[in-house]
């Protein structure tokens, strides 16, 4: 007897592999009404990309309405949240998305991300030696984790220092962003980290206006559009903890999702070992076969009929991104991984309007790091199984990938 079909994200199976539920869902019930998340999850891969498209009929803007909601005691603890993570522009329907992705885009652009293509390099080559005396390593806490961490740090003129602190904090973060749903306590840690890292930010806002350097953060400060428009101190502050939570967390996942993949299908690592070359196209293969972002999440804001299910105003949809990554209407062989597939793009950083504004530099890590990985060790093998998976409806990744290398 088959059992009855119902995507419930937190339990430990779906956790670390959640790709035969997502394939039942894409053929038995693409609009899936989920009770334990009270929202619609899409899983096919166009009904993900149109939704992404509608910005008419869908709304990015959750935050505003989850926070005008609460209690007015619970809204006052909250306060850090509201302030900064409001702003985000992930979180904005336009005109006010619009605004602050045109302004953030004169400074963090393809070209700009370019640039830090050495300074990638030097970080990578500096981690790799720091692990070159070891066999047996974490690939998260001791590379996956720091390198982007530290690259997003250096844009923004964050003393190395500081990385063990904000590693903790984009942790705390992360239990509200990424919708963990079985933390205690997420909304006051998460509110007390974001405090203390806009002050952190807030303080060297202040310091690079007196003394500019030569780093995105001062020329965010300096910003200003041939309208005279700018970003607001409350912007800024915003667009940094974005930077800092969104340009690490996810590339940590990246790299990590991206080895144990190429772990998993020793032909297709062998190739990029010997063929360094094809890093780009391996990358976007990668991203498509086990992404870091598990979710978008919209608002509904016209009906939509979808799949004979009728869509309301003012419901939460999920897109599954690797759900639709996998589906066999837009990839050949889905539950391959082929380096130098072609085809349709995949959806990992979302599509049109809303497409993650710093893309390039996860590609661009990807690019430099994971040949630079098999390049340092011949034999890498996973260390400890099962691995844990992280408890989160919008990250993909785990906790810990233990491995023994040997160079």
Known sequence: MDVALEYRPNEPEVRSDPFPLYARMREEDPAHWSPSLKAWVLTRYEDVKRACLDTAGMSSDRLRPF????????????????????????????????????????????????????????????????????????????????????????????????????????????????????????????????????????????????????DLLSELVQLEDPEGDRLSDDELVASCLLLLFAGHETTTHHLANGLRALLAFPAQLARLRDEPGLAAAAVEELLRYDGPIGAQVRIVREPHALHGKELKPGERVFLLLNAANRDPRAFEEPERLVLERRGVPHLTFGFGAHICLGFPLARLEGQVALPAVLARWRSIEIDAQPLEWLDSMVLRGMRALPLRVRA
Do not use: C
């Open 67 to 214: 926070f005008t909601a609460l209690p007015p005691a619970e809204a006052e603890r909250s306060r850090a949240l509201m302030r900064y993570l409001t702003l985000w522009m992930v979180f904005r329907d336009p005109p006010e998305h619009t605004r602050l992705r045109r302004l953030a885009a004169q400074v963090f652009n393809a070209r700009s991300i370019q640039r830090l293509r050495g300074e990638v390099e030097t970080i990578t080559t500096w981690l790799l030696d720091g692990l070159q005396e070891r066999n047996d390593i974490d690939f998260i806490a001791e590379f996956a984790g720091p390198l982007p961490a530290l690259v997003i740090m250096h844009m923004l003129g964050v003393p190395r220092d500081e990385l063990p602190r904000l590693k903790r904090l984009s942790d705390e973060m992360a239990l509200f962003i990424g919708s963990a749903r079985d933390a205690r306590d997420k909304y006051e840690r998460a509110e007390a980290a974001t405090a203390e890292m806009a002050e952190l930010f807030r303080g060297l806002i202040a310091l690079r206006r007196r003394q500019p350097a030569r």
